[in-house]
């Protein structure tokens, strides 16, 4: 009995020595997590116990990444991710009755929304996220517009003016809700749908049923629906009210022509919508020509782009009208029309009646040229005014003599073709270069003679008014004769050249006229370059830096950095004051 008790005892002992030392283990375990520890230094801070309750960092949710403008950018991480997209769908779809097609595919394709949804929730640990954004979404509704337009493919630029400040809700209106499903469903991308919600948005604002039955009334044509996606993806304004009845009408007016409804579909496919009003703009004119069905089927057959392009082809046909032509004088040309785009034919025309003006041809004239060679004249990428007259060797009136004679000879001139002179041009520059050299005293046959003839550039009938201008300018014509048989590369300057710079030198600098005399190459010398320099030359003559012996022919001749060296540097503030005088000048 006596043992018994001995045992008994021993075993509470133990118990209560056993179960205090537990205790007080447990205590000091959860006093240590109550006391803030000192951090050693280079400690990870997150890892140790605070009287607060222990939260992940934001860094923690997010890595960074870089754009294709090679900007860091901070995303979040995949499994982070998964939860937001799972808590988002969760509040879309059982809170908000979204379908759960719609409800996921929002959620999982509106990541820009979701980084910022995540950033504004505290979290215990990454595993809580989607816990977390649950009881953030039960008591803060979120703009559901914003992770819908994304999930769109819409950028917040594009889509912050489709945004009411009155709904927040998908809910809220149930019509354009209702029409976004009608598309979708009718097999029209997610995406299509965003541009379309973007670009034409009058079409979720139909009743229910309205748009269901626009999109029949376009297979009724007999249209694929397929093709009629395709087609809503290209234009949605076909959608529209006008637009809607005359891509109906058109297509009906394709079809009685002769056309198939699979040309057409390829038509449509290849070079998106049509322009209805012009097409039919078009079509009215080819009647109006005298075509039948029949010839406008063979033609629109070989030359699709007349409708593919029909604001080109109304451009063409305005264009033959403004010069004269009537719609029953147009049909050769349409016949005609070479195998080139519509667009390039307009440009081409363009640019050969801008030729005809620059040479000063008679309008007249222009529009004789024009109702003969229509197709000439959209066929060819004619040469710029000034190369071809150089490299024809001639004036604007011969030119133009010789056009009139031989407008067919315009082929010969196109862009990437070598030009040679008009016959006969050659030897007859070489007879009036002769002449006029003889008459200012050169020797016939002569090495200055023949000089002259190859320093000369131009047409030797312009070499008699270049030198008449220099006379003009108030210089004995002996003076002048004499410039010239020393400096005969001076009438290879245009008339308005020589003139422009001799009135310079007289008129703006103040110098006499005789300067010309004893430096003619002066007029060799851009205005700026002469005015720049004489201007530094004469700030630094006011200042005693150069002596009044600097002359303009030492002034200009020479490179900038010889000018700068030789006569800039002779004044501490020279440099300085030839960058104010070259800002100044060069502005002008």
């Given at each position: 009995m006596t043992h018994l008790y001995k045992v008994r005892t021993t075993s509470v002992l133990k118990w209560v020595s056993s179960n205090l030392i537990k205790n007080h283990i447990k205590s000091i375990k959860v006093q240590s997590l109550l006391v803030e520890p000192k951090n050693p230094i280079g400690q990870n801070p997150r890892f140790y116990a605070t009287k607060t309750k222990i939260k992940v960092e934001k860094s923690e949710l997010f890595y960074e990444t870089s754009n294709p403008s090679s900007k860091s950018v901070a995303k979040i991480l995949p499994r982070i991710r998964k939860q937001a997209e799972a808590a988002l769908m969760e509040y879309l779809h059982h809170t908000r009755s979204l379908q759960v097609m719609d409800a996921e595919h929002i959620s999982k394709n509106s990541p820009m929304f979701l980084q910022q949804l995540v950033r504004k929730v505290q979290v215990k640990n990454d595993d809580d996220i989607r816990k977390s954004l649950t009881r953030y979404l039960r008591y803060h509704p979120i703009n559901e517009?914003?992770?819908?337009?994304?999930?769109?493919?819409?950028?917040?630029?594009?889509?912050?003016?489709?945004?009411?400040?009155?709904?927040?809700?998908?809910?809220?209106?149930?019509?354009?809700?209702?029409?976004?499903?009608?598309?979708?469903?009718?097999?029209?991308?997610?995406?299509?749908?965003?541009?379309?919600?973007?670009?034409?948005?009058?079409?979720?604002?139909?009743?229910?049923?309205?748009?269901?039955?626009?999109?029949?009334?376009?297979?009724?044509?007999?249209?694929?629906?397929?093709?009629?996606?395709?087609?809503?993806?290209?234009?949605?304004?076909?959608?529209?009210?006008?637009?809607?009845?005359?891509?109906?009408?058109?297509?009906?007016?394709?079809?009685?022509?002769?056309?198939?409804?699979?040309?057409?579909?390829?038509?449509?496919?290849?070079?998106?919508?049509?322009?209805?009003?012009?097409?039919?703009?078009?079509?009215?004119?080819?009647?109006?020509?005298?075509?039948?069905?029949?010839?406008?089927?063979?033609?629109?057959?070989?030359?699709?782009?007349?409708?593919?392009?029909?604001?080109?082809?109304?451009?063409?046909?305005?264009?033959?009208?403004?010069?004269?032509?009537?719609?029953?004088?147009?049909?050769?040309?349409?016949?005609?029309?070479?195998?080139?785009?519509?667009?390039?034919?307009?440009?081409?025309?363009?640019?050969?009646?801008?030729?005809?003006?620059?040479?000063?041809?008679?309008?007249?004239?222009?529009?004789?040229?024009?109702?003969?060679?229509?197709?000439?004249?959209?066929?060819?990428?004619?040469?710029?005014?000034k190369s071809l007259i150089c490299l024809l060797h001639v004036g604007k009136n011969r030119l133009r003599e010789y056009i009139q004679k031989n407008p067919e000879e315009m082929k010969k001139w196109v862009k990437g073709s070598k030009v040679e002179p008009i016959p006969g041009e050659i030897e007859k520059n070489r007879i009036l270069k002769t002449k006029f050299l003889l008459g200012l005293g050169f020797e016939e046959g002569s090495n200055e003679m023949e000089k002259a003839c190859e320093v000369f550039k131009g047409k030797g009938g312009e070499l008699p008014e270049r030198f008449d201008c220099i006379v003009k300018a108030g210089l004995d014509r002996e003076d002048a004769a004499k410039i010239i048989k020393a400096n005969p590369y001076i009438l290879s300057l245009r008339k308005e050249v020589i003139e422009t710079r001799l009135d310079f030198l007289v008129n703006d600098l103040g110098l006499p006229l005789s300067t010309f005399l004893t430096f003619p190459s002066v007029v060799c010398f851009t205005t700026k370059r002469v005015k720049l320099r004489w201007s530094m030359c004469t700030w630094l003559k006011d200042t005693g830096a150069v002596g009044p012996w600097v002359t303009l022919s030492t002034v200009v001749t020479g490179s900038d950095k010889q000018f700068i060296d030789r006569f800039v540097k002779k004044h501490p503030k020279g440099l300085k004051m030839w960058q104010k005088l070259n800002k100044e000048i060069g502005s002008e």
């Open positions: 517009y914003e992770p819908f337009f994304e999930s769109l493919g819409l950028q917040p630029a594009e889509y912050a003016d489709l945004i009411s400040h009155d709904r927040m809700f998908l809910s809220d209106d149930p019509v354009a809700l209702e029409n976004f499903h009608v598309l979708f469903n009718y097999g029209i991308a997610r995406d299509t749908i965003g541009m379309i919600y973007k670009s034409t948005r009058d079409v979720f604002k139909y009743k229910f049923g309205i748009l269901h039955s626009d999109l029949q009334a376009l297979e009724k044509l007999g249209f694929r629906q397929d093709t009629v996606s395709n087609l809503i993806a290209s234009c949605p304004r076909l959608l529209i009210g006008d637009m809607k009845v005359e891509f109906i009408e058109v297509v009906e007016r394709l079809k009685s022509i002769g056309f198939e409804l699979s040309w057409i579909e390829k038509l449509l496919l290849e070079h998106g919508s049509l322009n209805c009003s012009l097409v039919s703009k078009v079509l009215n004119s080819f009647e109006k020509m005298g075509f039948s069905h029949r010839d406008i089927y063979k033609l629109i057959s070989r030359h699709p782009g007349l409708l593919s392009d029909a604001s080109s082809t109304v451009s063409v046909i305005c264009l033959l009208c403004s010069t004269g032509i009537k719609l029953d004088e147009m049909q050769s040309t349409f016949l005609q029309f070479p195998e080139i785009e519509v667009e390039i034919f307009l440009s081409n025309f363009r640019k050969s009646l801008t030729f005809l003006n620059e040479i000063e041809m008679d309008p007249d004239d222009i529009a004789n040229i024009i109702r003969v060679h229509p197709v000439l004249l959209g066929s060819l990428t004619i040469r710029k005014t």
